[in-house]
């Protein structure tokens, strides 16, 4: 009997009813249950992400409670149990299951529990820890995967995603503890035995005040209120609450929902897929701002780390403005409103990571800013405001990365949707000023800099050999490196994993200064980017070009050169 049939069993023996019920569905699928027990899910520094559905390959309150146990491990390691986990959660199927199971789990090992009283934004388990003087915290949330899915981030006492070496450490225990195994308390038992506290708004006003004091001028949206509208979704996530709150306090009066979306609901039910990359989403929220009148709309992600806007353009129809041009138009605002109120911080610094648009250093450069390129992760964008604290140098502009994540602020170590819903609604008022949409926004910023275009490509890698598929492609790019893409020849080879960048002319190879990294970084003749990144959570390879032209025609044709070349190469 192969290793997988035998685990298969085994579940069939010990798993409660409902759990049997589901395997015994599957009986005679052998692929399928191949996939669902051949292998763990992954514990990384993301954590763990999959299909809820029975296995061990999945999301469900055994490889919860398992990984729970794990991390319990490294807290008890640690000496941290009086200090306590904060925990927060999404509005998931599951999600509140989950993060009490967690909750239980720790409290069983003798480790204190601080949970949320209901789902919270991503940032506020970040926040909220750091408040607390907490070990480490838990979120239960897939971000903006499917419904299908749920996940399970950890995060340390700086407020950031666990090390690397933490999550080994994490994954070494999962791997020594038998599934079956793990015991937890019963969650009311818990909170009534003091073991686990909840935590209901009394944390939520010292974020805010947080997040307010983020705003860069704090005249303009009272000034631009009465002729100024928008629409706002939180796509029936955890921004349902905050994000309009946060309008308020800033002081819009035209702030319009979209009703279909703007409460909780793990089935997602207008959504193909809840994620504000995607322009389909914006559907309804468009549909409001056409009966408002309304020139923008912005959408937060489920667990409300993420947003996304739509803006209208010259011809009046609304226009998705990508991660990449929001994180620009953002550090560009924030500079220049600085600059024009005299107010520019001593030593300013910016962080971006390294797959997202170069046009930020040109910003940067304009106004003598730092700008640090880190690895793909918010945890490393925390981990230079970490250091600039330490050293007392700097002060921290913005970070940003091209999946829609932005930071103001050092009040959390995560990336939030809501201090950035705050400053982008500024920003559109700043512009409304001038009679200009974030659009023509856009527009002046590429006059001046030139036209930067920017592109993430996801390559599905489904099924049970799809992380071998994966793996395959990255070890031929490291053994067989192209030599040119789109015809341009390539100059210098960055290597995250091996740590060094070469210089294919002079032959010099360097540091990379960066910690290890599964990326292939390919730079040609012109300047393009063209890069390779396997997804930590989903079975994808992400591909990400970076280019620039003198304009929008000139560098679309690039694009699309240079995304048929390197499309070959994954197939």
Same mark, same amino acid.
């Given at each position: 009997?192969?290793?997988?049939?035998s685990?298969?069993?085994r579940?069939?023996?010990?798993?409660?009813?409902?759990?049997?019920?589901?395997?015994?569905?599957?009986?005679?699928?052998?692929?399928?249950?191949?996939y669902?027990?051949?292998?763990?899910?992954?514990?990384g520094?993301?954590g763990?992400?999959?299909?809820?559905?029975a296995?061990?390959?999945?999301m469900?309150?055994?490889?919860?409670?398992?990984?729970?146990?794990?991390?319990?491990?490294l807290?008890?390691?640690?000496?941290?149990?009086?200090?306590?986990?904060?925990?927060?959660?999404?509005?998931?199927n599951n999600?509140?299951?989950?993060?009490?199971?967690?909750?239980?789990?720790l409290?069983q090992?003798?480790?204190?529990?601080?949970?949320y009283?209901?789902?919270?934004?991503?940032?506020?388990?970040?926040?909220?820890?750091?408040?607390?003087?907490?070990?480490a915290?838990?979120n239960?949330?897939a971000?903006h995967?499917p419904?299908?899915y749920n996940?399970y981030?950890v995060y340390?006492?700086d407020?950031?995603?666990?090390?690397?070496e933490?999550?080994k450490?994490?994954?070494a225990?999962?791997?020594?503890?038998?599934?079956?195994?793990v015991?937890?308390?019963?969650?009311?038992?818990?909170?009534?035995?003091?073991?686990?506290?909840i935590?209901?708004?009394?944390?939520d006003e010292?974020?805010l005040?947080?997040?307010?004091?983020?705003?860069?001028d704090?005249?303009?949206?009272?000034?631009?209120?009465?002729?100024?509208?928008?629409v706002?979704?939180p796509?029936?996530?955890? %921004?349902?609450?905050? /994000?309009? $709150? =946060?309008? *308020?306090?800033?002081?819009f009066?035209? #702030?319009?929902?979209?009703?279909?979306?703007?409460?909780?609901?793990?089935?997602?039910?207008?959504l193909?897929?809840?994620?504000?990359?995607?322009a389909?989403?914006f559907?309804?929220?468009i549909?409001?701002?056409?009966?408002?009148?309304c020139?923008l709309?912005?959408?937060?992600?489920?667990d409300?780390?993420?947003?996304?806007?739509?803006?209208?353009?010259?011809?009046?129809?609304?226009e998705?403005i990508?991660?990449?041009?929001?994180?620009?138009?953002?550090?560009?605002?924030i500079?220049?409103?600085?600059?024009?109120?005299?107010?520019m911080?001593?030593?300013?610094?910016?962080?971006k990571?390294?797959?997202?648009?170069?046009?930020?250093?040109?910003?940067?450069?304009a106004?003598?800013?730092?700008?640090?390129?880190?690895?793909? %992760?918010?945890?490393? /964008?925390? $981990? =230079?405001? *970490?250091?600039?604290?330490k050293?007392? #140098?700097g002060?921290f502009?913005?970070?940003?990365?091209?999946?829609?994540?932005y930071?103001?602020?050092?009040?959390?170590?995560d990336k939030d949707?809501?201090?950035?819903s705050m400053?982008?609604?500024?920003?559109?008022?700043?512009y409304?000023?001038?009679?200009?949409?974030?659009c023509?926004?856009?527009?002046?910023?590429?006059e001046?800099?030139?036209?930067?275009?920017?592109?993430?490509?996801?390559?599905?890698?489904?099924?049970?050999?799809?992380?071998?598929?994966?793996?395959?492609l990255?070890?031929?790019?490291?053994a067989n490196?192209?030599?040119?893409?789109?015809g341009r020849r390539?100059?210098?080879v960055?290597?995250y994993?091996?740590?060094?960048?070469?210089?294919?002319e002079?032959?010099?190879?360097?540091?990379?200064?960066?910690?290890?990294?599964?990326?292939?970084?390919?730079?040609?003749?012109?300047?393009?980017?063209?890069?390779?990144?396997?997804?930590?959570?989903?079975?994808?390879?992400?591909?990400?070009?970076?280019?620039s032209?003198k304009?929008?025609?000139?560098?679309?044709?690039?694009?699309a050169?240079?995304?048929?070349s390197?499309?070959?190469?994954?197939k």
């Open positions: 009997m192969t290793e997988f049939m685990e298969y069993n579940w069939l023996s010990f798993a409660d009813s409902d759990t049997k019920k589901e395997l015994e569905g599957i009986r005679d699928n052998e692929q399928e249950i191949q669902r027990f051949s292998s763990n899910l992954s514990f520094t993301a763990l992400r999959g299909i809820m559905m296995g061990r390959n999945a469900n309150v055994y490889t919860v409670a398992q990984a729970t146990q794990g991390l319990a491990d807290i008890n390691a640690e000496g941290g149990a009086d200090r306590g986990v904060c925990i927060g959660y999404d509005s998931r999600s509140e299951l989950f993060a009490k199971i967690s909750a239980g789990v409290a090992n003798g480790i204190k529990v601080y949970i009283d209901e789902l919270r934004p991503t940032p506020m388990i970040s926040f909220g820890l750091r408040h607390l003087s907490c070990i915290g838990i239960i949330t971000s995967n419904k299908e996940g981030k340390w006492e407020g950031a995603q666990i090390s690397p933490q999550a450490t994490v994954s225990s999962i791997q020594r503890t038998d599934i079956f195994s015991t937890y308390m019963d969650f009311d038992e818990g909170v009534k035995a003091g073991k686990i506290q935590l209901s708004k009394e944390i010292a974020y005040e947080n997040v307010m004091a983020q705003a860069v704090k005249n303009i949206i009272p000034k631009m209120a009465d002729s100024m509208g928008m706002y979704t796509f029936n996530g955890a %921004g349902y609450r905050l /994000i309009p $709150e =946060v309008f *308020k306090r800033a002081g009066k035209h #702030v319009y929902p979209v009703a279909e979306q703007a409460y909780p609901d793990g089935n997602f039910p207008t193909k897929s809840p994620n504000p990359e995607n389909e989403g559907e309804l929220g549909k409001v701002a056409e009966e408002t009148g020139d709309v912005v959408a937060s992600d489920p409300a780390d993420r947003v996304g806007v739509m803006a209208r353009n010259k011809e009046g129809k609304f998705t990508s991660g990449n041009r929001m994180g620009a138009l953002l550090l560009d605002y500079l220049t409103a600085y600059t024009e109120n005299n107010n911080p001593a030593d300013p610094y910016a962080v990571t390294i797959v997202s648009t170069n046009l930020a250093k040109a910003i940067c450069d106004f003598g800013v730092k700008l640090y390129d880190v690895l793909t %992760g918010f945890k490393y /964008i925390g $981990e =230079v405001i *970490k250091n600039s604290e050293t007392g #140098v002060f502009i913005l970070g940003f990365e091209e999946s829609y994540g930071l103001k602020g050092t009040y959390a170590r949707a809501v201090v950035a400053l982008i609604s500024e920003m559109a008022a700043y409304k000023s001038k009679n200009m949409t974030l023509d926004a856009l527009d002046k910023l590429f001046k800099y030139g036209y930067f275009c920017e592109k993430t490509i996801s390559i599905e890698m489904k099924g049970f050999d799809g992380p071998a598929r994966m793996k395959a990255m070890e031929g790019l490291r490196a192209p030599t040119s893409f789109a390539v100059v210098t960055k290597d994993l091996a740590g060094t960048v070469t210089d294919l002079s032959g010099k190879t360097e540091p990379t200064g960066l910690p290890e990294s599964d990326v292939m970084y390919f730079v040609t003749e012109d300047g393009t980017a063209v890069i390779f990144r396997p997804s930590g959570t989903e079975p994808k390879v992400k591909l990400y070009l970076l280019l032209d304009d929008s025609v000139s560098a679309e044709a690039k694009l050169e240079f995304e048929a390197a499309r070959e190469l994954c």
